[in-house]
């Protein structure tokens, strides 16, 4: 599992945000409770998925508002204070996320026996054993999840004798039947974890079709690494390649495939007796990340975007905002003191460090309701790091290949969405940019960078959003 399922939902209506915001950032504070601090760094966005899915089924999501306050909290360092606290599907994907990171170890260390492989193993076993042990409460099958990890040595090991029997198309699937296996026996569990049993099998087909689709993308992702290194590939197993670069038409024939999955995958997340709007966010989730890996150019879309970046709105105009939020806060601060006296000598000091947070991050204080949530934004390390992330690297977009023009919608040869799938149509709030032209790279605007525009519908809902959760930009758009 290697984030599939990364959501960019920051233009999206404040609910939505908000849901995402407390599965992602509640299921990385569950690492923390259970496992320690440092496993946190653990954290995939599949698992995260894996907790949304979980929580739908089991209703948990429909009254955020009582979670914890820790998870509603912007403070990464504000954990739960117990196991108790913490919902049931946070726990098992926080789980899910540290038994799929051991696996990762494992197949690595099984592969090349590297030191970092082996510095990894030391420094998260502690971890790994109280997940292991973990599993056991829940009566998982830990014996037969690592017996996927033998077959899947075993299955290598006789990939050359396949080919004298089967196609290359199914010594592939037969490759990743371990993967999609295992896949399938963690989401399963986690529907008999959160008291959804009737839910069971359709997690299962869930999670086979999203392990074909992990382990043939992985295939793909790492093959030229994979002849560099001289490490299996299944890919070159499967079709008995020599040369170091994929062929074309067998990247068309894998790829295919893992449409094949990712459409195997939507059905069965319609099938789930969750709201039919969520299932679908879910398939767009899935569709758009799949496209993205895929392929290195993107299709554009004729859209606007409808928010800017933080780093392009007017210094005055930050300003202004600013102030209004740091005074709106220390008015409701004020308003709340204890002692009136005590609250005017707090005043200044509430203003001064409120406006200091709201100036840093202007974005993500607009949904703060009072003064704590404001500060509490200050010790979010996401918010930081898109922060201080432009302060290390420069712009980057995302490369387009010679001759410019973008992909389109169409599902033809060279496409890089599945047959028979059309990219949702532009939304309204103007005019697109021409094909292959980047916002504010030039054109119209005589050089001039402006906000607005993207090159690709890369958000959950098939609108355009170039944000995800950790707050940082796709760099197809200067949103």
């Known amino acids: ?55 739908a089924l089991s209703g948990e999501d429909r009254d955020l508002e009582r979670w914890d306050h820790s998870y509603q909290s912007y403070n990464c360092f504000s954990l739960p204070a117990g196991v108790e606290e913490a919902p049931a599907a946070l726990r098992f994907a926080a789980t899910a996320a540290m038994i799929s990171a051991e696996f990762k170890v494992a197949d690595g260390l099984a592969d090349s026996n590297r030191y970092t492989w ?33 077959d899947q040595a075993a299955l290598e090991l006789a990939a050359p004798e396949d080919r004298r029997t089967k196609s290359p198309t199914q010594i592939l699937k ?4 371990p993967t999609s296996r295992a896949t399938a026996m963690i989401f399963a569990h986690g529907a008999l974890v959160v008291g959804c049993v009737e839910s069971r099998e359709i997690l299962r087909s869930v999670g086979d079709s999203f392990g074909s689709i992990v382990y043939l993308l992985d295939a793909i992702e790492d093959y030229e690494k994979d002849f560099r290194a001289g490490g299996f590939n299944a890919i070159r197993a499967a079709f008995d390649l020599s040369a170091g670069e994929l062929p074309p038409n067998i990247r068309a024939e894998v790829t295919r495939e893992i449409w094949l999955a990712a459409e195997r995958v939507a059905d069965a997340l319609g099938e789930l007796p969750i709201p039919s709007a969520l299932a679908a966010r879910f398939s767009t989730r899935l569709r758009s990340n799949l496209a993205g890996r895929l392929s290195r150019e993107l299709p554009v879309l004729a859209h606007v975007c409808e928010h800017r970046s933080e780093v392009k709105v007017a210094a005055r105009e930050r300003w202004r905002d600013g102030v209004r939020l740091a005074r709106s806060i220390t008015k409701d601060r004020m308003a709340s003191a204890a002692f009136k ?3 005017t000598l707090q005043a200044p000091f509430i203003f001064l460090s409120a406006l200091a947070v709201t100036l840093v991050f202007p974005r993500q204080t607009r949904s703060a309701k009072n003064y704590r949530e404001c500060m509490d934004v200050a010790f979010n390390l996401m918010f930081l790091g898109s922060v201080l992330k432009p302060s290390f690297i420069g712009s980057s977009h995302l490369s387009s290949s010679p001759g410019g023009g973008g992909t389109g919608g169409s599902s033809g040869p060279g496409s890089i969405f599945p ?30 960078k402006r906000g607005g525009g993207c090159g690709v519908c890369c958000c959950d809902c098939g609108d355009c959003d170039c944000c995800c959760d950790c707050g940082e930009c796709c760099g197809s758009c200067d949103c």
């Open 1 to 55: 599992m290697f984030g599939l399922m990364k959501a960019r939902v920051c233009s999206q209506p404040g609910p939505l945000r908000q849901h995402r915001r407390l599965h992602y950032c509640g299921t990385c504070k569950t690492i923390g409770r259970l496992y320690g601090q440092k496993s946190r760094m653990l954290l995939n966005h599949d698992a995260v998925f894996l907790g949304e899915v979980l929580s």
């Open 118 to 150: 082996k510095i990894a193993g030391r420094l998260f076993s502690s971890g790994f054993q109280e997940a292991s042990a973990q599993l056991e409460k829940w009566r998982f099958p830990l014996d037969l999840l690592w017996q996927c990890s033998r």
């Open 174 to 177: 037969r490759l990743a039947e």
């Open 341 to 343: 006296a005590g609250g």
């Open 419 to 448: 047959p028979g799938y059309t990219p949702p149509a532009s939304s309204p709030g103007g005019p697109g940019h021409p094909s292959g032209q980047q916002s504010g790279s030039g054109g119209e605007t005589g050089g001039k």
